[in-house]
């Protein structure tokens, strides 16, 4: 008995029809999908660094991108927030976690308000760690742990007009 290869070809559809009419679908109808380059806050940590030297000192900001994407590759953010070190520790970075900061843009103006909760820096990479909100719009932004990757290294000129470089870690970011 010989087949064509039309026959053929129904006996390989008809299992995949049945299989697929048998197994759920994994994803829920109502997902969306998400939009890449949105704009995001970085909470970062950084040490403020002498040019050509190696002395200097820790210091906090927040790193606001347009885009999300440029983020990834260590660019510079297109807004820098002022310099925060924690006097109470001995002038260290900013403890993000369980303490409202009110971190503000020189640039624009803006002052964006933390909320990260209390023993995020313990949480896993990608872990949802709380909120931070843009208080001239009110927009909320949620919060993730970040692994502690470089976020950006800036030259100076840096936008405090000092002649310290700036290399940034990211602690958190949020969109």
């Known amino acids: 008995m010989k087949l064509s290869p039309l026959s053929l070809l129904s006996f390989a ?7 697929a009419a048998i197994i759920p679908d994994l994803a829920p109808r109502n997902g969306t999908i998400a939009k890449r380059g949105g704009e995001v806050n970085y909470l970062a940590n950084c040490f403020r660094i002498t040019i050509p030297n190696t002395s200097g000192y820790l210091a906090s900001y927040m790193a606001w991108y347009s885009n999300i994407d440029n983020s990834l590759a260590r660019q510079r953010p297109d807004s820098l927030s002022s310099e925060y070190r924690d006097w109470s520790n001995g002038g260290s970075v900013l403890k993000w976690d369980g303490v409202q900061q009110n971190i503000y843009f020189p640039d624009s103006g803006v ?4 909320h990260i909760d209390p023993g995020a820096n313990y949480r896993a990479f990608t872990s949802g760690a709380g909120w ?19 976020l950006f290294v800036w030259d100076p000129p840096v936008p405090d ?5 700036i290399s940034c870690s990211a602690e958190y970011w949020c969109v």
């Open 13 to 19: 559809v008809i299992p995949s029809f049945i299989s």
């Open 132 to 150: 931070v909100q843009r208080t001239s719009d009110g927009k909320i932004f949620n919060c993730y742990r970040d692994n502690g990757r470089v």
């Open 161 to 165: 007009g000092s002649n310290l470089g």
């Open 111 to 114: 002052t964006v308000q933390t």
